[in-house]
């Protein structure tokens, strides 16, 4: 059971799109979300809350609880709607809740259509930045590989709440998309695959695209760190573990 607590009712002057993620492997949908929030200037309009975490955190004896929750975000100017959260659950019964709680509320503000968006691995070699979707109907197709997606091929699955719940949409009759950047390390953070979902993504909603930076910024980071573990694993390879001095 989850609980949902609205503080103010967006204003839109038509019809909105919900673009709706959880974090996943290498947080590319949480960083590419809590990125697209920022810089449109979202603003936070209801939570929904989970019995989540089952523990508390302590520092020097101080006990410090902070319960789990999922939020939605308006960009009144832009028509749309971002379904943001701290974690993807594993259990199916929430997760299923999660979608049906995330769908509600699109169903409530009138959504004319959902975007999910994650991570893919690698299946190649290429070093291209490459962007996948998968829609649950074919006359969306057309529109995510003008924005530079390229539609998944043969058969597969997206697993948890970025996939499951274009299922969901489906029966409930409203169109929605998973566009998925490729990523070759699901346990790094990948904030150039965030980046090269969110230019597609601006494309679809018809946004101006806005300066990714600090993404850049992110992503030199990440691969300076890949450089210095893999030379130290080297290094220690080569040599053994080091003594005591």
Same mark, same amino acid.
């Given at each position: 059971m989850m609980g949902l607590k609205v503080h103010a009712i967006p204003q839109f002057s038509g019809q909105p799109t919900i673009v709706a993620a959880l974090p996943d492997m290498g947080n590319v949908a949480g960083i590419g979300l809590a990125f697209l929030a920022r810089k449109l200037g979202a %603003? /936070? &309009?209801?939570?929904? #809350?989970? &019995?989540?975490?089952?523990?508390?955190?302590?520092?020097?004896?101080?006990?410090? #609880? *902070?319960?789990?929750?999922?939020?939605f975000y308006s960009v009144d100017g832009s028509n749309l709607l971002i379904f943001? @959260?701290?974690?993807?659950? +594993?259990?199916?019964?929430?997760?299923?809740?999660?979608? @049906?709680?995330?769908?509600?509320?699109?169903?409530?503000?009138? +959504? *004319?259509?959902?975007y999910s968006?994650? !991570?893919?691995?690698?299946?190649?070699? %290429? !070093?291209?930045?490459?962007? &996948?979707?998968?829609?649950?109907?074919?006359?969306?197709?057309?529109?995510?590989?003008?924005a530079g997606a390229k539609m998944l091929r043969g058969e597969g699955q997206i697993s948890g709440f970025n996939g499951l719940v274009l299922g969901l949409a489906k029966e409930r009759g409203l169109d929605a998309a998973c566009i998925l950047g490729e990523i070759d390390n699901p346990n790094v953070i990948q904030p150039k695959a965030a980046q090269s979902i969110?230019?597609?993504?601006?494309?679809? /909603?018809?946004?101006?695209? &806005?300066?990714?930076?600090?993404?850049?910024?992110?992503?030199?980071?990440?691969?300076?760190?890949?450089?210095?573990?893999?030379?130290?694993?080297? %290094?220690?390879?080569?040599?053994?573990?080091?003594?005591? !001095?």
């Open positions: %603003t /936070l &309009f209801a939570e929904l #809350y989970s &019995f989540w975490p089952p523990y508390i955190s302590y520092n020097d004896g101080l006990v410090d #609880y *902070k319960q789990a929750s999922y939020r943001a @959260g701290d974690f993807n659950p +594993a259990d199916p019964r929430r997760l299923y809740e999660i979608c @049906g709680e995330v769908l509600g509320m699109a169903q409530r503000m009138n +959504a *004319k259509v959902l968006i994650g !991570a893919a691995l690698r299946q190649s070699s %290429t !070093a291209d930045e490459r962007v &996948f979707a998968a829609a649950n109907n074919a006359e969306m197709m057309d529109s995510l590989k003008n969110l230019r597609v993504l601006l494309r679809i /909603l018809d946004i101006s695209e &806005f300066d990714m930076s600090e993404l850049d910024d992110e992503e030199r980071r990440k691969q300076f760190m890949e450089q210095q573990v893999s030379y130290l694993e080297k %290094t220690m390879e080569r040599d053994g573990p080091p003594g005591v !001095a």
